[in-house]
């Protein structure tokens, strides 16, 4: 009895901080900021119960390490050494969140491995979470149609270079790109459990699948057009029929909406007569002067482009260690002074996990991101390999998941994206579970 109280007690805390996935921009707290929200508090107490509940024993840790896990050390001992060398406090907080969501991942591998949650336990939460993302993003667009000024929603008279006049959900999160992301990793892993259930879907799936697709659509990030990619591909993993018959097609097609993606990205087309053009270069997203001219309208690099060049430029300045862990946004002075942008565009992000571990973290972290990237598409490819999608749906979903974040790494800071690295502990320890329990290091 009192065992299965334990149980239900880390089963629930798990799920608390499942749940508390949707919330990652609520608080604001002395010297960390917005660092700090929902999912870290109930992490603590996740890691409490599972003392309390379960005394660590120390050979559960000896499962066969995998490659991503040493390229994970890697990463971490690449953060450090920057942060040795950057001298700055900010540095040091980078260093504890890396920390915390290396954490994460092997508490979550521990947790599996051991049998004490099993993959398919996270759903129920993750569903709460979905809901919690798709219905705070909804009322969020439709009360900004109506003029309320909330959180939850982008007005409609915010300036964006594309589908402006809308508003934009936005929900609990930090802008609109990580609502699509969430309520995509939500959507993904509904979807391969209803495929592999094969039973006729109920009206609370449709709702749920409904739901989380209308906030996505309604966030208009073309962050969608990754995880369209992203979906099709696990459909493939997972033997759909349709998709499975045209590989061909499938490959051309995702190369083809990537590349649009990207081009959507770094470019923007425009009118330098319209009022929209003025508006954009002044709030600093896009450069000024025109680089080419197509149909009447004129081609501007947007502040993507401007700062994964100011980034190169950085990383090969500040040669081997880089600027610092989280010191890139802080160096906007020295950058702007250096013309690698210009005055007019306010303190940014790298904007890429690519250029800026380069500028940040210098060449050891470009090489520790390099080894991740392959550890971990090489564990995904022995995993498809072996079948697993077959064994484990959800693995197929955890797989597209991390596609998309590899694809969308280009353009976005994903390391520090919270529910991808919850995916990859779940996809990691589906592989460790699944199929492949006695793989060693080079797997």
């Not at 608080?27 to 660092?35: C, D, R």
């Not at 591909?233 to 097609?249: H, S």
């Not at 990205?265 to 997203?285: C, M, N, R």
């Not at 072996?386 to 596609?403: D, I, N, Q, S, T």
Request: proline letters at 5%.
């Amino acid at each position: 009895m009192k065992l299965l109280q334990k149980h239900s007690l880390l089963s629930f805390s798990l799920g608390v901080y499942i749940a508390s996935l949707a919330v990652t921009d609520l608080l604001a707290l002395p010297y960390v900021g917005n660092m700090v929200q929902l999912p870290e508090i109930f992490f603590v107490l996740l890691v409490a119960v599972l003392l309390f509940t379960r005394p660590v024993q120390w050979k559960a840790f000896r499962f066969p390490l995998l490659t991503v896990d040493y390229a994970l050390l890697f990463l971490l001992g690449a953060f450090v050494l920057s942060a040795l060398f950057g001298i700055s406090a900010r540095s040091w907080l980078e260093v504890l969140g890396i920390t915390y969501f290396l954490s994460v991942y092997a508490v979550l591998n521990y947790c599996i491995c051991n049998r004490l949650i099993t993959v398919e336990s996270l759903l129920p939460p993750l569903r709460v979470a979905g809901y919690i993302t798709a219905i705070s993003g909804i009322a969020g667009w439709l009360l900004a149609q109506f003029g309320a000024d909330t959180a939850l929603a982008w007005p409609k008279d915010a300036l964006f270079p594309y589908f402006q006049g809308f508003g934009r959900a936005d929900g609990f999160f930090y802008n609109p790109n990580n609502l699509l992301s969430f309520a995509g990793v939500c959507f993904f892993f509904e979807t391969a459990f209803l495929i592999r259930r094969g039973q006729p879907l109920k009206w609370g799936d449709w709702a749920y699948l409904f739901l989380l697709l209308a906030a996505g659509v309604l966030s208009f990030s073309k962050l969608i057009v990754l995880y369209f990619i992203g979906w099709l591909w696990m459909l493939y993993w997972l033997g759909a029929p349709v998709v499975r018959r045209r590989k061909k097609l499938l490959w051309a097609g995702s190369i083809a909406l990537a590349m649009v993606f990207y081009l959507a990205t770094h470019v923007v087309f425009i009118d330098s007569a319209s009022p929209q053009y003025e508006q954009l270069w002044k709030a600093g997203f896009i450069l000024k002067e025109p680089f080419g001219h197509w149909g009447g309208l004129e081609l501007c690099w947007t502040n993507y482009s401007v700062n994964k060049y100011a980034a190169f430029r950085a990383g090969l300045d500040h040669f081997p260690f880089g600027l610092g862990a989280g010191q890139y946004v802080h160096s906007a002075a020295d950058l702007i002074a250096s013309g690698y942008f210009p005055s007019y565009f306010p303190p940014y992000e790298p904007h890429s996990t690519v250029t800026g571990a380069w500028a940040e973290l210098g060449g050891c972290g470009l090489l520790a991101l390099a080894f991740l990237y392959f550890s971990v598409g090489k564990l995904i490819h022995k995993g498809l390999k072996k079948e697993l999608a077959a064994a484990v749906p959800l693995f197929a979903a955890g797989a597209a998941v991390l596609l998309v974040a590899l694809l969308d790494g280009v353009v976005t800071d994903t390391l520090f994206q919270r529910h991808y690295w919850v995916v990859l502990a779940v996809a990691v320890a589906a592989c460790r579970t699944g199929t492949l329990p006695a793989l060693g290091l080079f797997v």
